[in-house]
């Protein structure tokens, strides 16, 4: 039947370039992927149209097999280090350098036009090479990369003509001076997203008030807080047509009259749906955002340290919100104002204002959580930090919230169990696996035994992320989870008894995973390397730390590969290989 199938498919009536043509309607990379398993002329034809390619671990591919699959690629989507390394937990020095993938690109992709980049290692020669080779480039996005200084975005600024997108997140950036703004030319226009909010240095204020008048189609304008108010006004008199706003720091106070300017300069901001930034944000001050936020849809308060008053009135002016983040400064009763405020919400994330403070007053509880949960049913996604939390309180949650695809519950306090009745944390995430049925990605915490992950194992059908810390009870935690979860592609591990028996429990199912992540368990070396004899496809990655035991192995990082080890590991990483 499938040969059949196959050789009619082979035959099709349709040329190559109707072929090609249908092909370059589908998005998503999976189901690109999985078109191009169909027989040898799909295969082709999804070869020669695809101009996007999406690679979740740079060590799982090289650039040149990249090259030779897809010759006609124009924008990369490229990722590097473990997920670990924003908690430090990964050596400095561990890998993903961006330099040779340029190289290759340079000669196979002279047409590139767009680069994303997270995790990545990338100097200030990289970002240059990047400038002076792609005519043609348009898009640049940095999440979590490291290694470059404002001289690599200033080579960036001078040579990429054609630029629209320079989007800088979140990174390990030497700020040298805030001049680079300047180095874009007088003439340059084309810019039409513009994020610098997480850079420290002061900027060139008045170069960005120019490249900013300039630039009509600006959509997106992220500022850093070195942009006070004053300053923030003038850009928003250039610019009435943003659709996302950083705001920079609300410090120093203004006058009445600078306050009235910049009230109304918020006022012509009709297009607005995003608004984020705020830093040093005060009460008297929210109401000059009032006028904007009728049509916010994403409000990102992850920097303002607002109180439960503050956030309540400035929900009251945003009805159509479906994305909130906040800090736990906000408490419960910020939370409840959530609940009222925003029924179309379907994304919270709260995050902890000091999470390393063990006596801190304020937070959020599951009394916050609750109030969400009966205000807001379309909420699928949740990032939730607190201190406190009951089982009966999640699976009223869920029940209230069944549509979860992405539940991240962080009790702050390892292990701590349900404050109520003293009992593990297993029931709550037995009723998030129970009753959500979409759910793709989840994080667990608390007090947990193997049962937890029992539950998970047996409902998680649709399951594609798991992050574990501080709990189960042996082994047989581990295994249920890779016994069961049937789409498991990401597993993060860490502070878990977990052993050389769970660990070679998965042996038939990492193939078919992205990652492995384990840290501070009870793996040995002689684990790892019987995992690499026996699954040679696989790159199996050990972690030393100076003066740990020799025989543990205190990181693991396992991952499938179609190039075999790699070959820059830094001596503080050891590659187990089976060939």
């Not at 790159?539 to 030393?544: A, H, L, S």
Request: hydrophobic share 40%; with cysteine.
């Amino acid at each position: 039947m499938r040969k059949e199938f196959l050789d009619s498919t082979r035959s099709s009536l349709f040329p190559d370039e109707v072929l090609e043509r249908v092909l370059s309607l589908l998005k998503s990379h999976k189901d690109r992927s999985a078109v191009s398993l169909v027989c040898k002329d799909w295969y082709n034809a999804e070869s020669w149209s695809r101009t996007h390619v999406f690679i979740g671990n740079c060590y799982s591919v090289s650039p040149e097999i990249v090259a030779r699959r897809f010759p006609r690629i124009k924008s990369v989507t490229l990722k590097g280090k473990p997920r670990f390394s924003d908690f430090n937990l990964v050596p400095e020095n561990w890998g993903a350098d961006v330099h040779p993938w340029f190289v290759v690109f340079a000669a196979k992709y002279p047409f590139l036009e767009e680069l994303r980049l997270k995790r990545m290692a990338v100097s200030d020669e990289s970002l240059e090479f990047l400038a002076l080779n792609f005519p043609n480039f348009k898009v640049l996005s940095l999440l979590s990369c490291d290694g470059f200084s404002t001289d690599g975005l200033a080579a960036i600024a001078t040579h990429c003509k054609n630029l629209t997108q320079l989007d800088i997140q979140e990174n390990g950036i030497d700020d040298k001076s805030g001049n680079w703004l300047s180095c874009f030319p007088e003439n340059f226009t084309s810019l039409e997203v513009l994020n610098f909010a997480n850079l420290n240095t002061d900027v060139n204020f008045d170069a960005l008030e120019r490249l900013v008048s300039r630039c009509k189609s600006l959509k997106v304008l992220k500022a850093n807080k070195s942009i006070s108010l004053e300053h923030l006004q003038r850009l928003l008199v250039c610019a009435p047509q943003l659709t996302e706003l950083g705001t920079g720091s609300f410090m120093p106070e203004l006058t009445a009259h600078q306050y009235a300017e910049l009230g109304s300069s918020f006022n012509q901001l009709k297009n607005l749906n995003t608004l984020s930034g705020l830093w040093d944000a005060t009460a008297p001050y929210l109401p000059v955002l009032y006028p904007a936020c009728t049509n916010l849809t994403f409000l990102n308060l992850s920097y303002a340290f607002l109180q439960s008053i503050e956030l309540a009135s400035l929900l009251c002016q945003c009805p159509r919100l479906r994305r909130l983040w906040v800090l736990d400064t906000v408490g419960d009763k910020g939370l409840e104002a959530v609940g009222s405020n925003c029924p179309l919400l379907e994304e919270l994330r709260v995050f902890p204002a000091d999470p390393f403070d063990e006596e801190v007053i304020h937070g959020v509880t599951e009394a916050g959580f609750l109030a969400v949960s009966y205000g807001c049913r379309r909420l699928h996604y949740v990032l939730y930090f607190c201190r406190q939390m009951t089982n009966a309180a999640v699976a009223t949650i869920v029940q209230n919230c069944p549509d979860f695809t992405h539940f991240r519950l962080c009790i702050m306090n390892p292990g701590q169990p349900d404050y109520l009745t003293n009992e593990p944390m297993d029931e709550a995430f037995g009723a998030v696996v129970r009753t959500c049925t979409k759910l793709q990605r989840l994080s667990v915490s608390g007090l947990l035994t193997d049962l937890t992950f029992e539950y998970i194992g047996q409902y998680a059908k649709n399951l594609e992320t798991l992050s574990v810390a501080f709990a189960g009870s042996s082994d047989r935690g581990m295994q249920c989870m890779l016994e069961g979860c049937p789409k498991l592609r990401k597993l993060e591990i860490r502070d878990c008894p977990f052993g050389n028996a769970a660990l070679l429990s998965g042996l038939e199912k990492y193939e078919s995973m992205r990652s492995l992540w384990m840290s501070a368990c009870n793996v040995t070396m002689n684990g790892c390397r019987v995992l690499a004899r026996e699954m040679p496809r696989l790159n199996v990655e050990v972690m030393k730390e100076v003066g740990s035991d020799d025989s543990q192995a205190d990181k693991v990082y396992v991952y499938r590969s179609v190039v075999g080890p790699r070959r820059d590991a830094p001596p503080c990483v050891l590659t187990l290989s089976g060939l």
